[in-house]
């Protein structure tokens, strides 16, 4: 039986707020991230694209994301890929949402 090398709890680790409407908490290993992030209602995250493979689940609520040309609602459950330098951007519906983001290699501009 292996043994893991670290353990985490979501409830043990502080959100920082990162914008208006934005909190996120952070668990940062050698070559990957995730990220948890609380939106509040209507919050908009910007179009963009960034050189770091992207995997997203969406934990809690409704999301309408901006994929390539395409926009398309997901929700509790759903899980999406983006690949390096992928356009893709989110707009937080009528409710809170929690995203669970993991990004390989690590995103740099995160830390602090």
Avoid at 37 to 52: E, G, S, V
Avoid at 76 to 87: K, Q, R
Avoid at 100 to 108: A, K, Q
Wanted: aromatic share 10%; net charge negative.
């Amino acid at each position: 039986m292996s043994v893991l090398s670290n353990q985490y709890n979501w409830d043990e680790i502080p959100f920082e707020k990162v914008g208006e409407g934005i909190e996120r908490q952070m668990i940062v290993g050698e070559k990957m991230m995730i990220c948890r992030l609380r939106f509040a209602p209507n919050t908009i995250t910007p179009a963009h694209d960034h050189p770091h493979e992207q995997m997203t689940i969406v934990e809690k609520g409704n999301v309408l994301f901006t994929l390539g040309e395409e926009q398309k609602v997901f929700q509790a459950g759903d899980v999406l890929h983006f690949p390096s330098n992928f356009w893709h951007g989110a707009t937080m519906l009528d409710e809170e949402v929690i995203l669970i983001d993991i990004f390989s290699p690590i995103r740099e501009d995160f830390l602090k």
